[in-house]
């Protein structure tokens, strides 16, 4: 069950259920949203937490990523082994032996860039136990109510940026944010600008604004534009983008563009007990089914239910041995089951080969 | 971040989120399920998919496993890697890159023995089409209304034993069926009348009989005891077992003795922006979610929902930096978001690793 370059995948040696990666519609997201952050004067750190792959962090990073942005200290780890040499970690990190790695590595590597964020003073003081030579550098996190983590005003936020300016073996870097969890476009706008004032209020010469940036780049792109601070906008879902959750969610719903899902599983019919009843071999470990089912390519397909390793679909015509094609919905899920995926061309010929880090 | 052993998980070198597998409750699970099949006549067959591990694999065997049962040819060709030399697919395998390795490997070692289900004319034609110079052995698979694959009655049933036993290329070895989705022990008595009935019908010397076995081996061993056939039960989930969906499940809550949970995540409190609200550093891609959600050791520890890379908590008295463990709620989710896992005594000690092989 090897890819073999230029064999189409339905050529007999590879094996089903397969996810595949078409090229072009990689190459045309990580295009469009290198364009989007330039036209805007903003700064993308892809979310390499989507993919953990080195071949895609390589394309994002060649088409002028800032660096890329991991969720966890063994994803930076991860991260650092495919040579990047900016890293910022989108979270408080506590973890001992993360951090301790993280120090070695700053100590060890003058040009390595290390960020992480801090809500707390017992954050910043677990930071700076940590660090090294070289100090741990942090934007402090501004959430909102109802939000995941961040401080939940500005006089706290700015209790914890004094804590980490006092604070040896750490040094403010600027703000972060995560407008991802709101739910419209005012609520965005609002919090961007409660984001704003932090960052006008800590006082450190070149600041950095952090947001997210899956589903608002568009607010994102408008409102920031008079801010001084560099803006560095953590998108991840889009390079590979979605036929879900991220279709009905992108920014380019309200703009001119568009982004094209980029994954693709195929998975035989391996039983048609009952008339309109077909029992797909593909299943949990497979695709993704935590926001929204595959989504079936051809027409009269429905998806009724994921199990294990079985995908139960209500479709007329359908035997034993019939290859269907479903898109995805929602990547971060996606990737994390498998670890290599055949890059593949209009054709579904294989071109290369994308290996995931997990 | 490498394990070493003899050393704790706490020690400082391990990173976390960290699942790690408890030796004591998964060797007692292995010694627990082999003097159940032992004692009711019963021979296992492992599901291996569940762990895809190695290690398990060699335990469960070495405990008296008849050999391993896997859910699709991918899996049949890395737990060949393990040296196990029988193997059952349970499904209709049409896949041909599959087929093709399978018809190899039979080829290549006169001692391999491979069993795969069928249970349409369609899915033989497909299986005879691929085979080698030994045939491929075949359990006729019978369903049940409402049910995944498998003829859905016996005169179908024995229409496709019929078809394998005058098709060259393979060779009719017995029947399956899967009562896995049944909802009471009534309906699960009832079906293995009609499984018993289709394997006094084919007409096939020393019959196997191959039942699911996860929910309903208690039934199983009481219904099937006087059945002349060899019957392979494919229990999976047993052997880490759970504190979730299989603890309120197991048959052992219907009789004598227990299954132990074996698997436990441990991750960092990252932040609590909120009075009684914490966010934990475990997410979907660390801890399974799709049949509940992770079960907190400590008590007042309330998980709200998970996200890509976190768990929302309600809690007192959290701070940044604590340690959290918790139970999982089905194994078949778990360990395929992991490649490597400490195995831990009592005192959480690293006395081993656990690969995967998804």
Redesign the interface.
């Known amino acids: 069950?090897q890819a073999v370059i230029g064999q189409s995948i339905f050529a007999?040696?590879?094996?089903?259920?397969l996810m595949v990666v078409r090229r072009d519609a990689l190459e045309h997201n990580v295009v469009t949203m290198a364009a989007f952050v330039r036209d805007h004067g903003l700064e993308l750190a892809p979310h390499a937490?989507t993919h953990m792959s080195a071949e895609i962090a390589a394309m994002q990073l060649a088409a002028g990523g800032w660096g890329l942005t991991v969720?966890?200290?063994?994803q930076a780890?991860a991260v650092r082994g495919f040579g990047v040499d900016r890293i910022m970690v989108a979270?408080?990190?506590?973890?001992?032996?993360?951090l301790?790695?993280a120090a070695g590595e700053l100590e060890r590597d003058p040009a390595f860039e290390f960020l992480t964020f801090a809500?707390?003073v017992?954050?910043v003081g677990?930071l700076a136990g940590h660090a090294g030579s070289r100090p741990f550098r942090v934007l402090v996190?501004l959430?909102h109510e109802g939000?995941?983590?961040?401080?939940?005003s500005l006089d706290e936020l700015l209790r914890v940026a004094a804590y980490v300016q006092e604070t040896p073996g750490v040094e403010l870097a600027g703000v972060a944010g995560y407008e991802g969890g709101l739910k419209s476009g005012d609520e965005v706008r609002k919090y961007l600008d409660s984001l704003q004032e932090a960052v006008e209020h800590v006082r450190v010469r070149n600041p950095i604004l952090s947001v997210g940036g899956s589903q608002w780049f568009d607010v994102i792109g408008r409102e920031l534009v008079a801010t001084q601070a560099k803006i560095l906008l953590r998108s991840g879902a889009y390079v590979t983008h979605d036929d879900g959750y991220y279709r009905e969610r992108t920014p380019f719903n309200r703009m001119e563009g568009e982004l094209r899902p980029a994954l693709e599983v195929w998975a035989?019919?391996?039983?048609?007990?009952?008339p309109g009843l077909a029992?797909v071999?593909m299943?949990?470990?497979d695709a993704p089914?935590?926001e929204g089912l595959p989504i079936p390519r051809r027409g009269g397909v429905t998806v009724v239910t994921m199990?294990?390793?079985?995908t139960?679909v209500r479709a007329d015509g359908l035997?034993?041995?019939d290859l269907l094609a479903f898109g995805i919905s929602h990547p971060?899920?996606a990737f994390?089951?498998w670890?290599v995926l055949p890059l593949v061309d209009r054709d579904y010929r294989v071109v290369g080969t994308i290996t995931t880090n997990?």
């Not at 969720?71 to 063994?74: F, K, L, T």
């Open positions: 069950m007999g040696g590879l094996g089903f259920p937490k969720a966890m200290p063994r780890q979270n408080q990190v506590v973890d001992p032996a993360g301790d790695w809500d707390s017992t954050g677990i996190e959430g939000g995941r983590a961040g401080c939940r035989h019919v391996l039983s048609t007990p009952e029992i071999g299943g949990k470990r089914y935590d199990q294990d390793q079985h139960i035997k034993p041995g971060c899920t994390d089951k670890r997990f």
